[in-house]
């Protein structure tokens, strides 16, 4: 065979990886629900724990103008870099009632504070990353997928981000007696890229 | 001819053989992938070991769900459009689209979603570690090799085209170094052509890596996600009316000011402090109307001139509420209570009470009956037997009960006064006191005596009866209860 035709031939070398990137061939391979992993293990807590039912961020009797605030730190127990998306609302029986009258706030890197007389907890200090008045779906983007924290490093990286919850002073006499729960969630994902 | 050239003119050869044939088989692989749906597949976790390991290249074929079986190994993007290679447990197919449960053979449980799929990518065969050669030539440097090979094949492809211009001898066996032979021979002008060629080449082969580096794709690569939830209770308070009905005289009291003291349990931390509202009064004019707190309880205080007039022998309520300090709007239910004051200004105020008394019937009751049998019914019901009406009552306080009968015959309303007069305008009938029993086990009965006959009248007596009982005790508390029935 010529020179020129074994010459172009050999170009044929760059058709499979030119595939990469506009036909999507090399495809990843991820395990799921508690696999054994050998590439490396994800593993968010939060606060030490996998699931986070807190009395600190919690009001059980609350009034008009009360806060609440909890430094809830993010734990990258396993061995890869996680960065992490947060959604969060309010569910249970008077959530639809409750939810225009709750402010959440988070600071990154804010401290729990106490304010006034009463047991009116606040987030200080840090950057505030967020704040608006809490939704009925629980799917409501707090740190959006497009913009997740970290990478939180393995094994043992933390991110303190610092939540309050305000109970609106102008809420009506009608929320006596409501009740609600918030639901965070802190969604990890491994970060290979 | 010299030695190295020879040496370097076998090494190109071998390259060129070489590369001619990775470049025909990268071809071949790319022509089957777009034309008969096979799919290289690179594992980058182990989920499927030791079946298949990180780093193994997989090859797959596409293929409908109805060919697939338990057993299989498949790829499959999930709901997340994240891409999924294991072994099928179940495969349940619905028309032409099959519900497949995955597992990784390496995982302890299956996959927590299951996937509805139309067709899916069935692994083949796969070849140990060649993923991580396709990914790093998939890489940058991959990248960047490429774009050097592509250079210097313009290159080759340049030099042996511009010779072949310049000579008309075999270029085979032509010296590309130096252009030993054909060199001298040539034109000025042929040389020039042949230096700008030359650059052209040497300008790819530097700038098309680098074109290369700037295009590359960038590796994101799938991952799993960990979700980590969090909740917290967000409860609004209920505030409590003002507990307790303690009430206390002000002792000893003097002629010009009596009064009483009602006292409840204070809240205590971490409940939210609370604020009481001004107390409400009836009857009186007082001198202090206040609440204050004294140590764990609210006392409200409530002092009047028992010397006026006006002020004695009256029955007065008082009332109040709690709301959140600071959060007037929040209040709670209302608290009474009641006390009299003294006939003389030498007379303590008595404390009452507030609970009305319980009134319930006996005979009649609400079950329709003809006359005779209402008669018997009642007669049977009541320890009284003259009886045209009784029932019960209960309080703490000396209680009087009126009542009222009125009935509706062929649409004519009468109110029963000893006789069944016309006298209800407007439905309202005179009330009539009823007698008492004494009290027995805590218990009271009233009741009316009249002629049953007269009251259910065996003719025209058919119609509906309306009984209405009032209860009043001591302290003006009053419970009213109306009875419904029907005479046949």
């Given amino acids: 065979m010529s020179v020129r035709l074994r010459a172009v031939l050999s170009l044929g070398i760059l058709v499979a990886p030119a595939g990469v990137g506009t036909m999507a061939f090399w495809t990843d391979n991820v395990a799921i629900s508690g696999a054994t992993y050998t590439a490396g293990t994800l593993n968010l807590k939060v606060n030490s724990n996998d699931a986070y039912a807190t009395t600190t961020l919690a009001m059980a009797t609350m009034v008009p103008g009360n806060t609440s605030a909890e430094v809830l730190t993010v734990q990258n127990v396993g061995n890869v870099p996680i960065k992490y998306s947060l959604q969060g609302g309010l569910t249970g029986t008077d959530a639809a009632a409750l939810a225009p009258d709750l402010t959440l706030t988070v600071r990154a890197g804010g401290t729990r504070t106490i304010t006034g007389t009463g047991p009116s907890y606040t987030c200080t200090g840090g950057t505030q990353i967020y704040n608006a008045v809490l939704t009925t779906t629980t799917t409501t983007d707090i740190i959006t997928a497009a913009a997740k924290r970290g990478p939180v490093a393995a094994t043992s990286g933390t991110d303190a981000l610092c939540f309050q919850v305000t109970f609106s002073a102008t809420a009506a006499t009608t929320q006596q007696g409501k009740t609600a729960s918030a639901t965070f969630t802190f969604v990890g994902t491994s970060d290979l890229s | 001819m010299s030695r190295d050239d020879s040496r370097v003119r076998a090494l190109r050869e071998v390259l060129l053989t070489v590369g001619a044939a990775l470049g025909t088989t990268c071809i071949a692989v790319a022509l089957a992938s777009t034309f008969f749906g096979v799919t290289p597949l690179v594992f980058r976790s182990g989920s499927m070991a030791p079946a298949v390991q990180t780093g193994d290249l997989g090859i797959a074929h596409h293929v409908p769900a109805g060919e697939l079986r338990a057993g299989d190994i498949v790829s499959v993007d999930n709901s997340r459009g994240v891409r999924v290679t294991h072994r099928v447990v179940s495969s349940k ?20 979603e299951p996937y509805v799929v139309t067709s899916a990518d069935r692994l083949m065969f796969s070849i140990p570690k060649a993923g991580y050669v396709v990914t790093f030539m998939s890489g940058p440097i991959g990248i960047f090799f490429g774009g050097l090979l592509v ?8 030099n042996s085209r511009s010779r072949r211009n310049g000579d008309a001898a075999d270029d085979s066996t032509g010296d590309p170094t130096t252009g030993a032979r054909g060199g001298r021979r040539k034109a000025p002008g042929r040389r020039r052509a042949e230096r700008t060629t030359t650059v052209v080449g040497m300008a790819a082969v530097l700038t098309l890596p680098l074109a290369g580096l700037a295009a590359g794709p960038v590796g994101t690569l799938a991952a799993w996600n960990d979700p980590v939830p969090v909740t917290s209770a967000a409860d609004a308070y209920t505030v409590p009316a003002p507990n307790g009905d303690t009430c206390t005289l002000i002792t000893p009291g003097t002629n010009s000011v009596r009064g009483v003291k009602l ?14 509202t001004t107390p409400t009064f009836t009857n009186i004019t007082p001198v202090t109307n206040a609440v204050a707190t004294s140590g764990t309880e609210q006392v409200l205080t409530q002092t009047y001139n028992p010397g006026t007039v006006a002020n004695q022998n009256k029955i007065v309520t008082v009332t109040d509420r709690a709301f959140p300090t600071g959060v007037a709007a929040w209040l709670s239910p209302i608290t009474s209570w009641k006390y009299r004051t003294g006939g003389t200004s030498a007379t303590q105020p008595v ?19 003809t006359v005779a049998a209402e008669k018997t019914f009642i007669t049977s019901a009541c320890t009284t037997n003259t009886v045209i009406a009784c029932g019960t009552y209960l309080d703490a306080n000396t209680v009087t009960v009126d009542y009222t009968l009125r009935r509706v015959v062929s649409g004519v309303t009468r109110c029963w006064a000893g006789s069944w007069t ?12 009823a007698a008492a029993t004494a009290p027995s086990g805590g218990q009271t009965t009233w009741y009316e005596t009249a002629s049953q006959s007269t009251v259910y009248a065996a003719s025209g007596g058919a119609g509906v009866y309306t009984l209405t009982v009032r209860a009043t005790d001591s302290w003006a508390n009053v419970t009213t209860q109306v009875l419904t029935f029907t005479l046949t």
């Fill in chain 2, 93 to 112: 197919l619905i028309g032409n689209s099959a519900t497949l449960v995955l597992k990784g053979d390496a995982n302890e449980t299956a996959d927590i």
């Fill in chain 2, 422 to 433: 016309n006298s209800a305008v407007g439905g309202a009938c005179t009330a009539f006191q």
């Fill in chain 2, 351 to 369: 404390c009452g009470e507030v609970d009305p008394p319980t009134v319930a019937f006996v005979g009649p009751d609400s079950t329709s009956r």
């Fill in chain 2, 151 to 158: 250079g210097a094949v313009i290159l080759l492809l340049l």
């Fill in chain 2, 263 to 276: 006292t409840w349990p204070a809240t205590v931390a971490p409940l939210p402090p609370l604020s009481y």
